[in-house]
């Protein structure tokens, strides 16, 4: 299979709702979208980095500039038999998963075309649904928060995840399980802490969270190691897991017992399938992550979503969680008990609204 040329785009769409972490607010999203362009036909894929340097390194603008430079022009052209073809031409650039993830999940979803299969079996998903979770911002106020809380229950979400940071945690978590205690809930830090929290962090294993995400710094593997043996609750891994090899290293050195896996994170299916076998091997139960990405990046997860260690809901939550309109057609609802459908159609499995796309770009080029 010969990739003949790639298109880059970056949109501009506005959240539904800003959504707030320790590291800022976020109102306007820019996806980064990729199109394949094989045979005369068209595959797409989503980058998920962020606008700045904050959960990762990597930006839209470095991802644009390290598609443009140097993965796209590894590719273009060449015969690439298998995934494994593609990643032996990224190898030699350090780094830059996000960039390179766009572009490996893009070529998978053609590639599962190809094969006439739905992305989810191509991967060997075993699931036709998948459960979802919803992520939620830190509010201005608790009574806010457990507003928002209550509608997300109310719209079917089973799992609630909430974005904490020093000053609005231990509190804010005990306000909720005074009105939720039966509530499947967990905690997000976003790396806002530091070992020396240990004595505050340990506070909250007495609400019995599902688990407590990214207390640390990302990297920081042994300072996680050393909080989990004083902590009750699950730590559960994220901006950490860069690759397999770091995923080995916190299994190696018992800094987590859940991982977070985002195949836009970590450079794309092939080596998020490596970390799901690793996490099965060592039984840490997985779950798929979420960018706020567009329908595009949200199929990728779906499918990743059905492999069998995906034992936990994820942050992927239907399109009207995030947007007015989303950027593929049908967009992804909420279901029967708090599933999403996996789509059926052979690759990607959604139609991207092109006309849409096209109207929402503030940048554009192909490489040829
Ligand atoms: O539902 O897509 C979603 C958002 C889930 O909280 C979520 N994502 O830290 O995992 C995270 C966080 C995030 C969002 C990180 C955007 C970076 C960018």
Sequence with gaps: MKIDAVELRVLKMRLLKPFRTSFGVQQDRYPLLVRLEIDGRSHWGECVAGEGPWYSYETVETAWSILKGYLIPSILGRELRDVAALEALFLPVRGHR??????????????????????????????????????????????????????????????????????????????????????????????????????????????????????????????????????RTPICLDESIEDARSARHAIQLGACRVMNIKPGRVGGFAEAQRIHDLAQAASIPVWCGGMLETGIGRACNVALATLPGFRLPGDISASDRYWAEDIIDPPFTLQRGGTIGVPTRWGLGVRVRVDLVERLTVRQETVR
């Excluded at 572009?103 to 075309?113: C, K, P, Q, V």
């Excluded at 802490?193 to 019995?208: I, K, M, S, V, W």
């Design 98 to 231: 996000m960039a390179k993830a766009c572009i490996e999940m893009a070529f998978t979803a053609a590639l599962a075309e190809a094969a006439r299969k739905p992305l989810s079996r191509y991967l060997g998903g075993v699931r036709d649904r998948v459960e979802t979770g919803v992520s939620v911002g830190i509010q201005a106020t608790v009574d806010e928060l457990l507003d928002t809380m209550a509608n997300h229950l109310q719209e079917g979400y089973r799992r609630i995840k909430v974005k904490i940071e020093p000053g609005w945690d231990v509190d804010v978590i005990a306000a909720i399980r005074q009105r939720y205690p039966e509530a499947t809930l967990m905690a997000d830090a976003n790396s806002a802490y530091e070992l020396d929290d240990a004595a505050h962090l340990t506070e909250l294993d007495r609400f019995g969270l599902l688990m407590l995400e990214q207390p640390l710094a990302a990297g920081d593997l042994v300072d996680h190691a050393a909080l989990q043996r004083q902590m």
